[in-house]
């Protein structure tokens, strides 16, 4: 069962995926909207990659943060890294202030989503096949039964 910080982490994902959509589809069908993309082709890519990594994020697998978080610092992170590095040679606009907010707010969101999966005892135990719950039945054989010639040995199926 997955924590209420981690569902969050996964509403997050989802709600911004579906902005980020919006936000291809206005700049394609050239309609005004408070938010431009940095570059609509690896936009659309993005989106896609976005959708895998989602998906693995929700089975609980830890290369879907991972690919989640080098594609959005690939993407957004060159935009805030280049955006910040120009503040002192020219003034910045209103508009860049709202794609580099938008920009770190993403980053924030795969940050998150990369943080949570490495903390998170679900995937470290993915693997082990083992609980603490079940062990004490299931990894002893104090609890099997011992059978001997008086058994019934009939299979009963009708």
Partial sequence: MASVFSMLAIILVGAFWLLRIVVAITAQMQIEFFIEPLNLNIEIALLFITLLALILIIKRKMIGALIYLIAYAAYFGVDVFTTLNNTGEEAIG?????????????????LFVFIDMSFSKDVSKKGTGSSKKTNWFYGTDEYTRVKDERDDTNQYKM
């Fill in 94 to 110: 209103s508009s860049e202030y709202g794609r580099v907010f938008i920009s770190g707010v993403a980053m924030l969101i795969a």
